[in-house]
């Protein structure tokens, strides 16, 4: 039986009235803080202008392009190291060298100061290696140089993933023919296989200065004044909301500068491989094996296992004294409002991700590239966005409600679960749809037309037909989100509730309050909850 025309007509309409308002939903706070360059100029964001925005832009600029170059050499050699050659331990380093991404740039920040501290264990070890009287070599961590390593520490598996599978996919009758032609292992690397791994390079670089400028934990606890620290101190410290959105205009500049950037540099470019046979290591022994194996287990060690062994060791000092009412209270809040906006958000992506396969839907790739963007901008620009838009609302209803009852002076909006949990799904919505529509093209549409022909809605084949054969996407998006937002620090502190503490921001009060001690277990536990992930989707790949 054929339905008639309007009904289709209707349900078209409303896939994509769906699709318009989760896209819409996405743009709202990019649109509020693009607006700010109307607003007028207050005395605050002229003072800004003349004394700060240039020390913002170099200190920025300076740390996205050292923790970049870091990151290249690290991630780079590792991933050649690991692809290239056959050592001792090289499977299990394959896995490990991704296993700092677990670790959030600010709580690596706050282990490396401990470790550098008077009474921690590196000064601790000089004054017993050392002579009597001697001077103990203490490098400055609490700088800029200091937020470089401790960035590149967190931020080289970016680099390392990517750049490692397109090494593995290279050809290796070609690695062969070059070396036949008398081409060494530089030559190879430099002439060769670097180039044709350019466009992962390239990716991977620009998430990596993403995530620096989005950074805020770590620069502000070493007192890096970046543009995301300058945010904060414009609306907390000196009270302009106004001063803080053209900040924050000027990160989403630079954000939309990385994307066009990424985009021209990767160009058309794409290399073929006339064979799928894979580059055969070459078995190294002796001391090429030993120091093969030290390169890469370095970034392991200062990336992973030092800071953690920091961790624990404050852990053990606070002993039960970090384990109260509070403490629970904190968990049941993080827990609570990372199930409930994994759950919003991965809701969002299968459908988003349902109603993008109608053969009628116009504008597809515009409404997939709007619905993702949240992903590529700083949780600060977006925190200020849906706070603003989210006070629009409070006082545009306040008006209502003064006018019809006389009442005013409430907030429906500002300071609830509702727009953290929104924020959480516009930051985030990117990680969930990626996988999930990639898991929906390897699904026949073939099925799913079957069900509709034998009268199935197509949300009912949505539910039967479609999200069985979806498992281990779902299961990896659902992943990939609550790690996410378990360890999100900037949109949370911005936007949480009054007294609403979760482990993130639990962490990051008691180190500013240098209550380190206090800040170890909460730490671990999102270390732990970020391992766990990482291995197995990591060492799921490592099998393949």
């Keep these: 039986m054929i339905k008639p025309a309007g009904n289709r007509l209707i349900r078209i309409r409303r896939h994509s009235l769906f699709l318009i308002a989760v896209a819409g939903t996405v743009a709202v706070p990019l649109g509020v803080v693009a607006s700010s360059v109307l607003s007028p100029t207050s005395e605050i964001w002229t003072h800004v202008v003349e004394n700060l925005l240039g020390s913002y832009l170099g200190q920025t600029i300076g740390l996205a392009s050292g923790t970049l170059a870091a990151s290249i050499l690290i991630g780079t050699a590792a991933a050649w190291l690991t692809v290239r050659n056959d050592f001792p331990g090289r499977r299990l380093l394959s896995i490990a060298l991704v296993i700092p991404m677990a670790l959030p740039a600010y709580i690596g920040a706050f282990a490396w100061s401990g470790i550098f501290d008077y009474t921690g264990p590196w000064q601790g070890f000089l004054r017993n290696v050392l002579p009597e009287g001697a001077g103990v070599p203490v490098p400055d961590i609490m700088s800029l140089p200091g937020a470089v390593f401790v960035m590149t520490m967190a931020l080289y598996p970016y680099i390392f993933l990517p750049v490692r599978s397109a090494f593995r996919q290279q050809s290796g009758t070609l690695h062969e023919s070059a070396r036949m032609l008398g081409a060494g292992e530089a030559r190879l690397f430099f002439r060769i296989a670097l180039p044709m791994a350019r466009p992962a390079l390239v990716g991977g670089g620009i998430l990596v200065m ?162 993702t963007l949240g992903y590529a901008v700083p949780g600060t620009v977006i925190a200020i966005g849906m706070m603003s838009a989210a006070g629009f609302i409070d006082r545009g209803l306040n008006e209502i409600t003064s006018f019809l009852f006389g009442a005013s002076g409430r907030l429906f909006l500002s300071g609830s679960m509702t727009v953290l949990i929104a924020s959480y799904a516009v930051r985030y919505l990117g990680v969930a749809f990626n996988p999930v529509d990639a898991g929906f093209t390897q699904v026949s549409g073939r099925i799913h037309e079957a069900a509709r022909m034998l009268g199935r809605r197509p949300l009912n084949a949505l539910r039967s037909v479609d999200l069985p054969n979806l498992p281990a996407s779902l299961k990896a998006a659902a992943i990939m989100v609550a790690i996410d937002v378990l360890k999100e620090l900037p949109l949370t502190l911005v936007l949480r509730p009054f007294n609403f503490e979760t482990l993130a921001t639990r962490a990051y009060e008691m180190a500013s309050d240098e209550r380190l001690s206090m800040a170890a277990l909460p730490s671990l536990i999102i270390v732990i909850l970020g391992v766990i992930p990482v291995y197995i989707l990591t060492s799921r790949k490592e099998t393949k």
Aim: with cysteine; charged share 15%; aromatic share 10%.
């Design 210 to 371: 993403m995530e620096v400028i989005n950074e805020y934990g770590a620069v502000h606890y070493f007192g890096v004044n970046t543009l995301t620290t300058g945010i904060f101190r414009s609306w907390f410290a000196l009270g302009d909301l106004t001063a803080a959105m053209k900040l924050a205009t000027v990160l989403l500049l630079i954000v939309t500068l990385l994307i066009l950037s990424e985009k021209k540099l990767r160009g058309r470019r794409a290399y073929s491989q006339t064979t799928r046979r894979p580059v055969k290591p070459t078995v190294l022994r002796g001391a090429r094996a030993a120091t093969a194996a030290a390169v890469c287990a370095l970034p392991v060690l200062f990336g992973f296992v030092f800071p953690v062994l920091q961790l624990i060791g404050w852990a053990v000092s606070a002993g039960l004294s970090a384990v109260d009412s509070r403490f629970f209270r904190m968990l049941v809040n993080t827990f609570s409002v990372t199930g409930a906006a994994t759950a919003l958000i991965l809701l969002t992506a299968v459908l988003s991700a349902h109603f993008l396969r109608s053969p009628t839907l116009r504008g597809r790739k515009t409404l997939s590239a709007a619905m």
